[in-house]
């Protein structure tokens, strides 16, 4: 069965630093990976994903994220966070079901705290 | 417009009530989803349904019902409440053979 996981459950940065948020799964084939964030009270928004391709996924917000095989990552990286990117951020990998649709597991998250 | 639109987005109920949580997705998509975030923000897919017929059930008590009138509605009931079931409940859909999902804003139930 897929798994995820994001090691880091709280990271601090300052505003205008660089960011990189870790993401390893454990997929039997290529897999689908997706970046949500999700705004304190707020649902679950679609950073940016990965199906096949170019291995660096551009998002919104100025988000980025590399796919890497050979270690199983997928880091999500900004190089300049604003105040506004403080946020509950999960890395998800989907697998495609044959009755149709699709299931998503979740890693546990990684809340982000930008400081002023 | 609000692409999956859940209702109501609070829910406050005494142990023991019944209560339903409703979802609509306008996106035309076959298939919608029930999510459960618990308080540690872990997010675990509950049911998936496709066109009105469900897909996955992921050892979700019988007290849970999900209950999909037509492609573009699925809603939850939930019997018996209890203290455990207090969760922000996602809803989502997608198209047939895509893995992306499109979540609403979340219910949060509070179970008192």
């Known amino acids: 069965a897929q798994s995820v996981t994001q090691p880091d459950i709280h990271i601090t940065v300052s505003e205008g630093a660089s960011l990189e948020l870790r993401c390893n799964y454990s997929?039997?084939?290529?897999?689908?990976l997706f970046w949500y964030v999700q705004s304190p009270g707020q649902g679950l928004q679609l950073l940016l994903k990965?199906?096949?391709?170019?291995?660096l996924v551009q998002g919104i917000k100025g988000f980025e994220a590399e796919f890497k095989r050979s270690q199983s990552s997928f880091n999500l990286r900004k190089p300049s966070v604003h105040w506004s990117d403080a946020a509950e951020y999960f890395c998800?990998?989907?697998?495609?079901?044959?009755?149709?649709?699709?299931?998503?597991?979740f890693g546990t998250g990684t809340q982000l705290k930008v400081e002023l | 417009d609000t692409a999956v639109s859940q209702t109501p987005k609070y829910l406050v109920t005494q142990m023991g009530n019944d209560k339903s949580i409703k979802c609509e997705q306008n996106l035309g998509h076959d298939t919608m989803y029930w999510y459960k975030q618990d308080s540690k923000k872990f997010l675990k897919i509950m049911f998936s349904?496709?066109?009105?017929?469900?897909?996955i059930n992921e050892t979700v008590p019988n007290r849970f019902s999900p209950k999909s009138p037509d492609k573009a509605h699925l809603n939850l009931h939930i019997n018996s409440l209890e203290l455990g079931d207090s969760a922000v409940y996602f809803c989502?859909?997608?198209?047939?053979?895509?893995?992306?999902?499109?979540f609403g804003q979340g219910t949060r139930l509070t179970v008192v």
């Open positions: 349904y496709n066109n009105k017929e469900l897909i």
């Open positions: 990965y199906f096949s391709g170019d291995t």
């Open positions: 997929y039997g084939a290529t897999p689908y």
């Open positions: 998800a990998v989907g697998d495609l079901l044959t009755g149709g649709g699709n299931k998503l597991t």
């Open positions: 989502a859909s997608s198209r047939r053979g895509d893995a992306e999902a499109f």
